[in-house]
């Protein structure tokens, strides 16, 4: 495998995936310990690296993209090698359920049709920003659910189980324009009129801001409901260094949107993927 193609997979970005995974597994009563750990596997070694791939040959970016400053040059290599990694999750995903198989079968279809250039979802602000945050998040919640408790898709239509879907699916519809913001002007070159582009950078900031007290307040409401009152305080105090980073970055980009750069958005990622991945292990323990 060429350094170039083992790049573009951008295997560690798939940690900035892991709280959905978490938060499911958080939330399980019945966990299948040796599925657990095959969906996570499948997951974030696999599908996602798949999709970051996939997703890397049809864009050709020249500029940085999430997890890569300066990405080399793609090959033809890079494409197969997705399609590949896509087969292996398939097959595996066959040893849990099939259910869990068609769900990765359908994730995988939408990763496609966001980036290939004959139907390219990335390229409408709306549905691009939809797909994202709705099969990122409620979609993998589902089915990681699925895997780790070794159950039915019928069997999870209960209010427990479908608003920390739900919740994780507003987070991420609110957290990612946030990765878009500084890929304006290759997104505008090659015709992708992202959500982000579409609200300008401080607009981006301010959207966040409202999807993030909107899905901080539905997660209090589901702890306090579902498990108990230190849980949700516990959200909460996880979440107040996103909060005050992401205030500290919006008075810089203010004052200079250059500062709505590359850096700052992976060190928010990073800080708010070790916050909820902490919590979720705590929800868990707890």
């Known amino acids: 495998m060429k350094k170039s ?9 798939s940690f900035f995936l892991l709280p959905v995974f978490m938060l499911a597994l958080a939330v399980s009563n019945e966990i299948n310990f040796r599925d657990s750990f095959l969906a996570f596997f499948i997951l974030h070694f696999l599908v996602y690296p798949a999709s970051n791939g996939y997703n890397s040959y049809f864009d050709k970016d020249e500029k940085s993209i999430g997890g890569l400053k300066n990405p080399p040059k793609t090959t033809k290599e890079l494409y197969y090698i997705s399609l590949l990694l896509d087969s292996i999750a398939l097959l595996l995903a066959l040893t849990i359920s099939l259910e869990f198989t068609v769900m990765i079968f359908v994730y995988g279809a939408i ?4 980036s290939h250039p004959n139907i390219r979802l990335k390229k409408h602000a709306v549905i691009g920003w ?4 709705v099969f990122q998040g409620y979609f993998t919640f589902l089915m990681s659910f699925l895997a780790i408790n070794e159950t039915l898709i019928a069997e999870t239509w209960n209010w427990s189980i479908q608003m920390p879907g739900i919740l994780s699916s507003l987070l991420l ?3 990612y324009p946030m990765t878009q913001i500084y890929q304006h002007d290759e997104d505008e070159k090659r015709g992708d009129i992202t959500i982000s582009l579409k609200l300008g950078v401080l607009g981006t900031f301010h959207f966040t801001s409202i999807a993030f007290l909107i899905s901080s307040a539905g997660f209090v409401y589901y702890f306090m409901n579902y498990h108990s009152m230190t849980e949700a305080v516990a959200f909460l105090i996880f979440m107040a260094p996103v909060l005050f980073y992401f205030t500290f970055w919006y ?3 203010r004052n200079d949107s250059a500062n709505a750069d590359f850096e700052s958005t992976m060190r928010l990622n990073l800080i708010s993927s070790l916050m909820l991945n902490g919590f979720f292990v705590f929800l868990w323990l707890s």
Request: proline share 4%; hydrophobic share 50%.
């Open 173 to 175: 519809l609110g957290s």
């Open 130 to 133: 939809l797909s994202a945050g």
């Open 5 to 13: 193609t083992f790049l573009h997979l951008r295997i560690p970005f």
């Open 111 to 114: 990763s496609k049709a966001y």
């Open 251 to 253: 008075l810089r980009a």
